[in-house]
């Protein structure tokens, strides 16, 4: 089936365990588009074309526009979803968990390893080797929701241009984005496998940068975690000023990790972590929409929400610099 030949109507949001994207995707598969123009469009995007929707550009059409028929104003959800996910994925959450696990209901139970005996201990001609259990967790996992409701009339931003309108519900998903950060750093401070004092209380030195990096033994240390005050002063560091100009879209400490700046974090403590093993983020859905209510233009309110929790997998991989 082509693009131009696919029916949409509002069931589509509603098939069990498949995004709208996802249905489109099987429906109109991109493969069968290689060689072509369209090659590079997704499904959803190749639907935009078809009904000559500008989300961008100097021809970027109004929020009406999804209107113009029953079935172009099936794609205006996943308009909002797109908008807000990506205002989202602007936080530094991908670049702090190591996993992202997707599941259906509010509820999680990870997998404890019990490691304890030194992997330098050697084993003897015909010993039993050291033993390691990696058990279900006796503890149950309850995501938290966040989300936002928007009240918002169709008169109000049916003239609203696409990507204005589109600019807006980025700023709502950074926004939101950083909750869920904020979230994380929490289960990261709370869990981590060591917590070392700066040497002058309330003064952050370099020096104190060189002890969280030395706390890592097995593990790198990848990231920095640090309030957009800390982020400042660490900035200020003589040893920042040539890293700096160097990496100015990416901003990386002397021995290699990179500093995130985290919206809301307390002043009171760095986090530093390996990427690669310390944590688990764990979503119970994708962003949801009421998506009938936007398909039929009634946008009294736009409800969005996920849900999302987080656990540490590996303790040692994660260590706290206090104030």
Same mark, same amino acid.
Request: aromatic share 8%; proline share 2%; glycine share 8%.
């Given at each position: ?203 952050? !030195?370099? $020096?104190?940068? &060189? ?8 593990? *790198?240390?990848?990231? =920095? %975690? @640090? ?73 009294? !309110?736009? $409800?969005?929400? &996920? ?8 303790? *040692?991989?994660?260590? =706290? %610099? @206090?104030?």
């Amino acid at each position: 089936m082509m693009y131009q030949e696919l029916k949409l109507e509002k069931g589509m949001y509603h098939i069990s365990g498949k995004s709208f994207s996802q249905v489109l995707e099987q429906a109109d598969p991109s493969a069968q588009y290689a060689d072509t123009p369209m090659e590079g469009l997704d499904a959803y995007e190749r639907q935009l074309k078809r009904f000559e929707i500008h989300v961008a550009g100097p021809m970027c059409d109004r929020v009406e526009k999804f209107f113009s028929t029953t079935e172009s104003a099936v794609l205006f959800p996943e308009f909002i979803r797109r908008a807000v996910r990506s205002g989202v994925e602007q936080s530094a959450l991908s670049q702090v968990t190591a996993v992202n696990t997707q599941i259906e209901g509010g509820e999680y139970v990870g997998g404890v390893l019990s490691d304890t005996e030194a992997y330098s201990t050697k084993t003897t001609q015909g010993a039993a080797l050291p033993t390691a259990t990696y058990l279900e967790s006796s503890t149950v996992m309850r995501l938290d929701k966040f989300g936002r409701a928007v009240h918002a009339s169709y008169e109000a931003v049916r003239r609203q241009r696409l990507d204005a309108f589109g600019a807006v519900l980025r700023s709502i998903g950074v926004k939101l984005g950083n909750a869920i950060l904020g979230q994380a750093i929490l289960k990261l401070n709370a869990e981590a496998g060591s917590t070392v004092d700066v040497k002058t209380s309330g003064t952050l !030195t370099y $020096a104190d940068m &060189i002890t969280l990096y030395g706390a890592f033994r097995d593990f *790198d240390m990848t990231a =920095v %975690l @640090a309030s957009p005050k800390l982020a400042a002063q660490i900035m200020t560091m003589d040893q920042m000023k040539e890293m700096a100009s160097a990496q100015p879209s990416r901003i990386l400490l002397p021995f290699g990790a990179q500093l995130l700046k985290c919206a809301g974090m307390s002043d009171d403590y760095l986090i530093g972590l390996d990427q690669k093993f310390a944590l688990e983020m764990v979503t119970g859905s994708d962003l949801i929409l009421e998506t009938d209510k936007l398909i039929d233009s009634q946008l009294d !309110t736009i $409800a969005m929400s &996920i849900r999302v929790g987080f656990r540490v997998m590996t303790a *040692d991989a994660v260590h =706290v %610099l @206090a104030m």
